[in-house]
């Protein structure tokens, strides 16, 4: 049987009231949540404090806008900071107001189209867009209109009297180490952009893969016929070496052989004009002038500027790079000496296309030679 609820009890609850009730439970709640956000307060740290939101227009660009963003990126065009002219809060007619002017004198070694599609590009990645862009002066000059985090108007004016600070660079890379994984550092190292010198062993593995792939790219090939400083050959069997080296790579355009020997130089440089092949000359410090030598004999010589990569680290290598393109403003050419390693071929994958696009131009060996 349902047994009766008593008296009192059904009488107190109905005398109760329901916002009493809620107020009650909302502060027990409260109590309860102070007394636990106060025990772990000294175990939780601080989170930062949210910025204000801006109340008044701010008339610099903020931090990787398009107006900061191009001084950078024309640098890596080759374009001083001189040549770059930015104003801020100019009239622009197709924006029906006021955005940034930025007006570039393009040295004439520059085309116009190339910098109007890096721009482009540059536009593109600081999430704005272009609406219009058009060429004036018989060619001489492009306006380019474009939308980012404001109206921004590019006018690019060909200068005829500026040509960028750059020259000729060439690099040769002697095959190096052993093992299995050899072969494919030497393919990837076929792949990139020609032309380069390839020095290789004539008893390397896989040589009639890397000579169909280097000529396929592009690339020369030198003989490299190492010598053993403790234990150098003579003369005779130095020579059989380099024409046994000569028949298994008959591509080859010149011929590598460090030694300090100048007896075994001379024989080199004999056996370089007997098969009409360039001659490198590695200027390190010996007891003779390898180069005056070479001269003597008559026969076309290379001579190495700078070794990239004594350092075996990709950044090392990149800076190496840099000194390199530095004397070849200088000098107006420069020659590269570096190794078949993994970081040499990091450092050429990610260099070389920036030295092209600052106005360096690479060149082959035989273009190098004198």
Not at 144 to 155: H, N, R
Request: aromatic share 4%.
């Amino acid at each position: 049987m349902k047994k009766t609820p008593k008296r009192g009890v059904r009488l107190t609850r109905r005398q109760s009231s329901p916002a009493l009730h809620l107020v009650l439970t909302a502060l027990v709640l409260a109590a309860g949540a102070g007394i636990f956000f106060y025990t772990q307060w000294p175990l939780r740290a601080p989170e930062p404090a949210s910025p204000p939101a801006a109340v008044t227009e701010d008339r610099e660009a903020p931090a990787g806008s398009l107006y900061e963003q191009v001084d950078g990126a024309l640098a890596e065009l080759g374009l001083e900071a001189g040549l770059i002219r930015k104003v801020r809060g100019v009239s622009l007619a197709l924006a029906g107001g006021t955005g940034d002017r930025i007006a570039v004198r393009v040295p004439v070694d520059l085309p116009l189209t190339e910098l109007n599609l890096y721009l482009s590009r540059l536009v593109e990645r600081c999430g704005g867009r272009v609406l219009r862009a058009a060429e004036g002066q018989r060619g001489q000059q492009v306006e380019i209109y474009c939308e980012a985090d404001q109206p921004t108007l590019f006018v690019l004016q060909r200068d005829h009297q500026l040509r960028r600070r750059a020259g000729l660079i060439a690099v040769l890379l002697e095959e190096t180490g052993e093992g299995p994984g050899r072969w494919r550092l030497l393919e990837r190292f076929c792949a990139l952009r020609p032309p380069l010198g390839l020095a290789l062993r004539p008893e390397g593995e896989h040589l009639g893969e890397v000579l169909d792939l280097a000529q396929a790219r592009g690339h020369q090939v030198l003989v490299h016929l190492p010598v053993d400083p403790e234990e150098p050959p003579s003369a005779e069997a130095l020579r059989q070496q380099l024409r046994l080296a000569f028949k298994r790579v008959p591509e080859a355009v010149g011929v590598d052989v460090p030694t300090a020997d100048s007896l075994l130089t001379a024989e080199v440089l004999r056996e370089a004009r007997r098969n009409e092949l360039l001659f490198v000359d590695r200027a390190t410090a010996l007891d003779f002038e390898a180069g005056e030598m070479a001269k003597g004999a008559r026969v076309r010589a290379v001579h190495r500027d700078l070794f990239i990569d004594e350092v075996d680290n990709r950044s090392a290598v990149e800076k190496k790079l840099w000194e390199l393109a530095e004397l070849a403003a200088q000098q107006g050419q420069a020659l590269g000496l570096g190794r078949s390693r993994e970081s040499t071929l990091l450092a050429l994958e990610a260099m070389l296309p920036r030295l092209e696009a600052r106005g360096f131009r690479l060149i082959s060996l035989s273009q190098l030679a004198h």
